[in-house]
């Protein structure tokens, strides 16, 4: 016969909760390191002028959206992995992703800007942009479906807001949107 005393029912409890919020701190940091891959590639557009000499900054921003896709990748695994964040779990995370929607979108601009300069790479940039927006539209998936009742409720216009970004830099390098 096993015997629980009141220590040990509050230790197993307590290490319960911090399972669930190690969850939502987990997605949250994997956010932050989504958030500064995406600064990275927007750095990286930036300094391509699509010169012959310009050519590796193309190269390093085609690396820089496979190294983000691994990252949202990543973050799509800890969500779904996760249990439900609860609060304050969803508020962090949420905040977390409001933080970086900012970045992205910049990023997206940045891209767009970039259609005329990228020139004949438009099509490996046109490749990025729908697997990146996949990708980013499941993880948004996955954790909007771990977050609290008033999280949810507020997830779909942020989603919309990102696709129509996403599918303005799809648009301008002649993709349909997605």
Do not use: H
Request: charged fraction near 10%; aromatic fraction near 6%; include cysteine.
């Amino acid at each position: 016969m096993m015997k629980f005393s009141i220590g040990s029912i509050c230790l197993i409890a307590s290490t319960s909760i911090s399972l669930v919020a190690a969850d939502a701190a987990a997605v949250q940091a994997q956010i932050a390191v989504i958030g500064n891959y995406t600064t990275l590639l927007q750095s990286d557009v930036n300094n391509f002028n699509g010169s012959i000499p310009g050519l590796p900054w193309a190269l390093q921003v085609q690396q820089d959206a496979v190294n983000l896709y691994r990252q949202v990748e990543q973050g799509t695994s800890l969500a779904n992995a996760s249990s439900n964040f609860g609060e304050p779990g969803s508020l962090n995370v949420a905040s977390a992703l409001l933080g970086i929607t900012g970045k992205v979108k910049d990023s997206l601009n940045a891209v767009a800007a970039k259609a005329s300069t990228f020139d004949d790479l438009g099509p490996l940039v046109l490749g990025s942009l729908y697997q990146l927006k996949a990708s980013t539209d499941s993880f948004g998936n996955a954790i909007v479906a771990k977050f609290a009742p008033l999280e949810k409720s507020v997830a779909p216009s942020v989603q919309k807001d990102l696709d129509n970004s996403f599918n303005n830099a799809i648009m301008a390098y002649g993709g349909n949107p997605a």
